[in-house]
Structure formats: structure tokens, C-alpha cells
């Protein structure tokens, strides 16, 4: 190729930097919006169209992303390169490194490139699979669609500012100056990596016209790591599905050569090999990458329940590329990086063994976060065995005679491994602390449970939060700490007010501290929102005998067969009611239960404790 000298500077980079600018501003009102008026389109992001396939939610991301797929499917890859805030962010950290003398080099991977398509698997259709393979209830593999276009809870499926921030720096800047100008769409991205499919199948290309004299100019222009000229003059068009259709080799070809138009797509070219790629690392180091790419992103993915799908990946490359890097500093005579010599004549510069000591360091970090990742798995793997129900569990201050002995394995050792991951992480895992908290009032370590929950309380907002109050007050309530309880019950209510469970507790406070009146009023409140809760009616029906009113008496005879009409047919259950209305004083409702857990289970459920 001839050398690139006196290359024109592109005039479509200043409309693609002004479209994409705009686009970054429309979201920011959209943000504004939504917060001012308190609902809003529901978010404009290809993630959302998991809810839509998983749920059946048709919101605006699901939109979005299908229509862009039928553009590319027609146009090419338009949306990525002029619609993406994503790619915006790498541009401008690549125009920043050129400004201090860096230009990022693409780093050229066999193996990589494959990343993206997968991604998109296992976000879109894996979920769709499972769903068809592992559908024992024959439910509909098409979920039942329902409108979800506007939304209260716009942020609810995107991270925390402290996590988006880490995110934006690894996934734009860190892939940036490692792997190249488009690193994370090229390694990561998995909605490129349906893009690049239908841009096979577009007829939407770049294309050349004779006027062609093969200066190079469009290959050294192009950011996205395609060799434009060769293809040009091999197929007549771009076939990479890398190419983003920025326009910017278009807009510096000297003799007008290049041109967007319509014709034969990808997929019926004739495969040729006369364009030789040169790639950045050999066939050894490639699977090397690859399985290091793998671990690397298990050990971060969801790591104290932080890092997202999108983020785990982009550390997964820069994990891979430092990794190699670092192989070839320690094996190679010669290296060097940007601008930096990092070994020359066999000897490692000083460049060089800051390179290594930052890249063991980052190395270091995916180690430890595999480590802490391992133990939570594990921990999170024994949870789901403990076969314990809620309701029997918090029949009691101390459940401990309802664990069997694989239940009270699977406890100790899942609370094991929450306290390795705990006591050595670097964050708290809000996920996670919850169920040490419940392994603790298992083993009946009330007091330690209650102070776990408070400190998951701390670090969760909305729905979570919710549930670590529930059963923070839940478990005051059978200690007997009922203002505690109370407290944390209305906190509960604060975060999420349609959780019925914390209403019921409530009530059983109100009661416990004397205020009987607002007990029943919080009570009756519980089942008019869910008729079917058979211990709050229970409840309101021992209420109101308490209180002795005929009225109430009446009231309470419809209370107790409507409890009755949902009580399910199991000792078990019946014991439950009768320990929760016992502790509350109504003996005579308390001992109805007693007695039909004895009858349906004789001599294995005690008639009280």
C-alpha cells in the first residue's frame, strides 16, 4: 500500500461528531425529564429487549432495537456508527489520546471477534431456549406481551452512577488505548454482534467506482480496522462487517472513488483469500487469550453483585490484551507500546517494568475478584438447596428443629463462604449479606441476622431494601424487640408500599406494644389488598373477638372462614398459625390450628412451643 501522506481531513466526522453529540444531549433530557415529571418513555437501550423476550414487556428499547436491525438489514451497519452513545465515548477518548500524541493501534484477534455474536446469543435467544428446554409446566415459550412504553422507574435495570462511571472508563477509554478506536464494539459489544450478522445481508455497502488508484488514504482513515482499499479493489465493495459506515473514507478519497450505494450483499460474494490479515498475536497465544478472556469474565461478571453483563466484558478484553502483552514482555527481545519502549536487546526498560506492574495489578484484581466470586457461588449454590419455608422458619425466634441434617450442612457451609467473600472483599455484596443474614437466623443467631440486615438495608435501594426491612422487622418482632420491629416494618413500607407481608408484621407490633386499634386497621388494610393472606385474617379474626363488640364478633366469624377457605391443607402451615396467634394471646384461634396439625400429621407436628 502506498504510503499515506497529505490524507484530507474527513468532512463527515464533523456531522457523524454532531449527530452523536445530539443524541448523548436527547439522553440527558430524557433523564431530566423523567426526573421532573416522575414517568417517561421507558429507556431508548437494545438491553431492554431482554425484558421483552423474558417477560413479555414491549417497551421502547425492544423498538428501537428491531428497527435498527431492519435498517441494517437494508442500509448496513448506519446505526452503530452515527446512533450509538456508547461509540461516541470511544471517539472522543481516541480524538483525546491523538491530542497528547497517542493514536491507539488495533489490536487483531482470530478468536475476539467471535465474543460479540456469542454475547448476543446469551442475551437474546439463550434466554428463549432455557426457557423452551427447561419448561416442565408447558407455560408459553412466547411470553403474553403487555405495554410497558412508559415507565415510573426509569433507572431500574441500568447501575448506580458509582458503577456506571467505572463502567464508562473501562468500556470507553481502557478498550480504547489497548485494543483500538472501536476496541468494545470490535471484542464486546453483543448488539454488534447482530449487527455485523444483518450487515451480511445488507446490499447497503461501500463501494468503489474505476476512479480507484489504490493510495490507502480510506484505510488509514478508518477507525473501525478494516482495510478498505484491498476489499474495494478485491470485491468491488466493503464486506467487513467491522465497517460502521462512517463515511469517513468516502469523504478523503482523492479522486471521489468511494461511494455508498446499493447492490449484491456479503453473503453472496465469493470468499477469496487474497487479502492477507496480519493479527497481533500467534494461534498459541490466541487460545492463551481465549481461556484467559473466559476467566476473566466469570471472575467479574456480578462480582458483589456489581459489575453488569456489558462491563464484565469489556474487562475481559483489556484482561486478555495485558495479559498477552505482558507474556511477550517477559518472552520477547523486543517490544514496545505506543510510543514506549517497553524491552529492548533483551533487557526490560523502565517503561517496561511499569507496564508489567500496572498490568499485574489489574491482573491481580481479576484474580481476587474470581476468588471472592467463587466462595459467593458457592454460598449462593447452598441457598437455594436450604429446602427451609419462610413462613415455618419465622414461626419462631429459633428454627433450628426444622433443619435436617443436609439443610444444616448446606447452611453452614453457604455461611462459610459468604464470610470468606465477605471478611476479604473489597466491597460489600448487597445481594449476598441478606442470605448470611437468613444462614445466621437459622442457626438461631437472631441478633447477628438483625445487624446483617441492617447493613444490607444500607447498601440497597427499592425493592431489596424492601425485603432486608421485611425480614429485619419480621425477626425483631420474634424476639420480641417490637417497637424495633415496627420501625423497620414502616421503612419497608416506605421503599415498596404493596409489600402485604410487612403490613401483616406490622400489625402483630401494633399489637404486641398494646395499640390493638391501629393493629386492626393495618390489618384489615392487608387483606382488602389480598383477601387470600390466611394468617392476617386469622389475626383480624382474634382481633376482634378480643375486643368483644357483637359487631366485631360477626366480624370475626367472617374473617375466620374466609382465613379457613385459604389456608392450605398442610400441618405444617397449621402448626405456623397456631405459634403466630398464640404468641399474640388468641389462645382459642391458636388451638383450632394445633389441633388440625395434630390431626393431619399425629405425633410428628407438637401441639405447641
Same mark, same amino acid.
Given at each position: 500500500m502506498? &504510503?499515506q501522506?497529505?490524507?484530507r481531513?474527513s468532512?463527515t $466526522?464533523?456531522?457523524?461528531?454532531?449527530?452523536?453529540?445530539?443524541?448523548n444531549?436527547?439522553?440527558?433530557?430524557?433523564?431530566?425529564?423523567?426526573?421532573?415529571m416522575?414517568k417517561?418513555?421507558?429507556p431508548?437501550?437494545p438491553?431492554?429487549? %431482554?425484558?421483552?423476550l423474558?417477560?413479555g414487556?414491549v417497551?421502547a428499547?425492544?423498538?428501537?432495537?428491531?428497527l435498527a436491525i431492519?435498517?441494517?438489514?437494508?442500509?448496513g451497519?448506519?446505526?452503530?456508527?452515527?446512533g450509538?452513545?456508547?461509540?461516541?465515548?470511544?471517539?472522543?477518548c481516541g480524538? *483525546?489520546l #491523538?491530542?497528547m500524541?497517542?493514536h491507539p493501534?488495533?489490536?487483531?484477534?482470530?478468536l475476539?471477534?467471535y465474543?460479540p455474536?456469542i454475547g448476543?446469543?446469551y442475551?437474546f @435467544?439463550w434466554?428463549?431456549?432455557?426457557r423452551?428446554f427447561?419448561?416442565?409446566e408447558h407455560?408459553p415459550?412466547?411470553p403474553?406481551?403487555t405495554n410497558?412504553?412508559?415507565?415510573?422507574?426509569f433507572?431500574?435495570?441500568?447501575?448506580s452512577?458509582a458503577v456506571a462511571?467505572?463502567f464508562?472508563?473501562?468500556?470507553?477509554? %481502557?478498550?480504547?488505548?489497548f485494543?483500538?478506536?472501536?476496541?468494545?464494539c470490535?471484542y464486546?459489544?453483543p448488539?454488534g454482534?447482530f449487527?455485523?450478522l444483518?450487515?451480511?445481508l445488507?446490499?447497503?455497502k461501500?463501494?468503489v467506482?474505476?476512479?480507484?488508484?489504490q493510495c490507502g488514504?480510506?484505510? +488509514?482513515?478508518c477507525?473501525?480496522n478494516?482495510?478498505?482499499?484491498?476489499?474495494?479493489?478485491?470485491y468491488?465493495m466493503v464486506v467487513?462487517?467491522?465497517?460502521?459506515?462512517? %463515511?469517513?473514507?468516502?469523504? @478523503?478519497?482523492p479522486?471521489?472513488?468511494?461511494?455508498f450505494?446499493?447492490g449484491? !450483499?456479503?453473503?453472496l460474494v465469493?470468499?477469496?483469500?487474497?487479502?492477507?490479515?496480519?493479527? $497481533?498475536v500467534?494461534w498459541?497465544?490466541e487460545?492463551?487469550?481465549a481461556l484467559v478472556f473466559l476467566g476473566?469474565?466469570?471472575?467479574v461478571?456480578g462480582?458483589?453483585?456489581?459489575v453488569?453483563?456489558l462491563m464484565?466484558l469489556? =474487562? +475481559?478484553?483489556?484482561?486478555?490484551f495485558?495479559?498477552l502483552k505482558?507474556?511477550r514482555?517477559?518472552?520477547?527481545k523486543?517490544?514496545?507500546f505506543?510510543?514506549?519502549?517497553?524491552k529492548?536487546s533483551?533487557?526490560i526498560r523502565k517503561?517496561?517494568?511499569a507496564?508489567?506492574?500496572i498490568a =499485574?495489578?489489574w491482573i491481580?484484581?481479576?484474580?481476587h475478584?474470581?476468588w471472592v466470586?467463587y466462595?459467593e457461588f458457592?454460598?449462593?449454590?447452598?441457598f437455594?438447596k436450604?429446602q427451609?419455608?419462610?413462613?415455618l422458619?419465622?414461626?419462631?425466634?429459633?428454627?433450628d428443629?426444622?433443619l435436617? !441434617? +443436609?439443610?444444616?450442612e448446606?447452611?453452614?457451609?453457604?455461611?462459610?463462604?459468604f464470610?470468606a467473600?465477605s471478611?476479604?472483599?473489597?466491597? @460489600?455484596n448487597s445481594?449476598?449479606?441478606p442470605?448470611?443474614?437468613?444462614?445466621?437466623y437459622l442457626l438461631?443467631?437472631?441478633?447477628?441476622?438483625?445487624? *446483617?440486615?441492617?447493613q444490607?438495608? +444500607?447498601?440497597? #435501594?427499592?425493592?431489596s431494601k424492601?425485603?432486608s426491612l421485611?425480614y429485619?422487622?419480621?425477626? *425483631?418482632n420474634?424476639v420480641?424487640r417490637?417497637?424495633?420491629a415496627r420501625?423497620?416494618?414502616?421503612?419497608?413500607?416506605?421503599?415498596?408500599d404493596?409489600?402485604?407481608?410487612?403490613?401483616q408484621e406490622k400489625g402483630e407490633s401494633?399489637?404486641? *406494644?398494646?395499640r390493638?386499634e391501629e393493629?386492626v386497621a393495618?390489618w384489615?388494610?392487608?387483606?382488602?389488598r389480598?383477601p387470600?393472606?390466611?394468617?392476617?385474617?386469622?389475626?383480624?379474626a382474634?382481633?376482634?373477638r378480643?375486643l368483644?363488640?357483637?359487631?366485631?364478633?360477626e366480624e370475626a366469624?367472617?374473617h375466620?372462614?374466609?382465613?379457613d377457605q385459604f389456608t !392450605?391443607n398442610? !400441618?405444617?402451615y397449621?402448626?405456623?398459625?397456631g405459634?403466630?396467634?398464640q404468641?399474640l394471646g388468641m389462645?382459642?384461634?391458636?388451638?383450632?390450628h394445633?389441633?388440625?396439625?395434630?390431626?393431619l400429621s399425629?405425633?410428628?407436628? &407438637?401441639n405447641e412451643?
Amino acid at each position: 500500500m502506498p &504510503p499515506q501522506t497529505g490524507i484530507r481531513k474527513s468532512k463527515t $466526522s464533523r456531522w457523524r461528531a454532531a449527530a452523536l453529540i445530539t443524541l448523548n444531549l436527547f439522553m440527558i433530557a430524557h433523564i431530566i425529564q423523567w426526573r421532573i415529571m416522575g414517568k417517561t418513555v421507558s429507556p431508548i437501550e437494545p438491553s431492554e429487549t %431482554m425484558q421483552t423476550l423474558q417477560g413479555g414487556f414491549v417497551n421502547a428499547g425492544f423498538i428501537f432495537f428491531t428497527l435498527a436491525i431492519l435498517a441494517t438489514l437494508i442500509f448496513g451497519r448506519f446505526v452503530c456508527g452515527w446512533g450509538c452513545h456508547i461509540l461516541a465515548l470511544q471517539d472522543l477518548c481516541g480524538w *483525546l489520546l #491523538k491530542k497528547m500524541g497517542l493514536h491507539p493501534k488495533p489490536f487483531r484477534s482470530r478468536l475476539l471477534v467471535y465474543v460479540p455474536l456469542i454475547g448476543a446469543l446469551y442475551m437474546f @435467544v439463550w434466554p428463549t431456549a432455557y426457557r423452551f428446554f427447561s419448561n416442565s409446566e408447558h407455560a408459553p415459550i412466547i411470553p403474553k406481551f403487555t405495554n410497558h412504553l412508559v415507565t415510573t422507574n426509569f433507572w431500574q435495570t441500568f447501575p448506580s452512577v458509582a458503577v456506571a462511571i467505572p463502567f464508562l472508563f473501562v468500556c470507553g477509554f %481502557m478498550t480504547v488505548y489497548f485494543l483500538g478506536q472501536k476496541g468494545f464494539c470490535t471484542y464486546a459489544c453483543p448488539y454488534g454482534g447482530f449487527f455485523g450478522l444483518a450487515d451480511k445481508l445488507s446490499p447497503g455497502k461501500i463501494r468503489v467506482t474505476p476512479a480507484c488508484n489504490q493510495c490507502g488514504h480510506c484505510t +488509514a482513515t478508518c477507525t473501525s480496522n478494516v482495510q478498505v482499499h484491498a476489499e474495494v479493489k478485491q470485491y468491488g465493495m466493503v464486506v467487513d462487517p467491522g465497517c460502521m459506515k462512517c %463515511m469517513d473514507c468516502v469523504s @478523503v478519497c482523492p479522486n471521489d472513488a468511494l461511494y455508498f450505494g446499493f447492490g449484491k !450483499p456479503t453473503i453472496l460474494v465469493p470468499k477469496s483469500n487474497a487479502i492477507r490479515k496480519s493479527y $497481533s498475536v500467534t494461534w498459541p497465544e490466541e487460545i492463551i487469550g481465549a481461556l484467559v478472556f473466559l476467566g476473566s469474565f466469570l471472575a467479574v461478571r456480578g462480582v458483589y453483585a456489581l459489575v453488569p453483563f456489558l462491563m464484565a466484558l469489556g =474487562c +475481559a478484553t483489556v484482561t486478555t490484551f495485558l495479559t498477552l502483552k505482558t507474556w511477550r514482555l517477559f518472552r520477547a527481545k523486543e517490544l514496545s507500546f505506543y510510543r514506549f519502549n517497553l524491552k529492548a536487546s533483551g533487557r526490560i526498560r523502565k517503561a517496561g517494568w511499569a507496564f508489567a506492574i500496572i498490568a =499485574c495489578v489489574w491482573i491481580g484484581l481479576n484474580a481476587h475478584s474470581g476468588w471472592v466470586r467463587y466462595h459467593e457461588f458457592l454460598g449462593n449454590r447452598a441457598f437455594q438447596k436450604v429446602q427451609v419455608p419462610d413462613e415455618l422458619a419465622l414461626a419462631q425466634a429459633n428454627p433450628d428443629r426444622w433443619l435436617r !441434617p +443436609a439443610d444444616r450442612e448446606n447452611i453452614v457451609q453457604g455461611k462459610n463462604h459468604f464470610q470468606a467473600a465477605s471478611r476479604f472483599g473489597l466491597f @460489600v455484596n448487597s445481594e449476598t449479606v441478606p442470605k448470611l443474614a437468613w444462614f445466621e437466623y437459622l442457626l438461631g443467631n437472631a441478633d447477628q441476622s438483625v445487624q *446483617l440486615l441492617s447493613q444490607a438495608a +444500607a447498601h440497597q #435501594k427499592g425493592e431489596s431494601k424492601a425485603l432486608s426491612l421485611y425480614y429485619r422487622g419480621a425477626i *425483631l418482632n420474634r424476639v420480641g424487640r417490637h417497637e424495633e420491629a415496627r420501625a423497620s416494618l414502616d421503612e419497608a413500607l416506605a421503599e415498596r408500599d404493596d409489600l402485604i407481608l410487612a403490613r401483616q408484621e406490622k400489625g402483630e407490633s401494633l399489637w404486641q *406494644l398494646g395499640r390493638k386499634e391501629e393493629a386492626v386497621a393495618v390489618w384489615t388494610d392487608a387483606v382488602q389488598r389480598n383477601p387470600r393472606l390466611a394468617l392476617a385474617n386469622n389475626e383480624l379474626a382474634g382481633a376482634e373477638r378480643s375486643l368483644g363488640a357483637l359487631g366485631k364478633l360477626e366480624e370475626a366469624s367472617a374473617h375466620e372462614k374466609q382465613a379457613d377457605q385459604f389456608t !392450605p391443607n398442610n !400441618p405444617l402451615y397449621h402448626w405456623m398459625l397456631g405459634r403466630r396467634l398464640q404468641d399474640l394471646g388468641m389462645s382459642e384461634l391458636a388451638e383450632k390450628h394445633f389441633q388440625l396439625a395434630s390431626q393431619l400429621s399425629p405425633g410428628e407436628v &407438637p401441639n405447641e412451643q
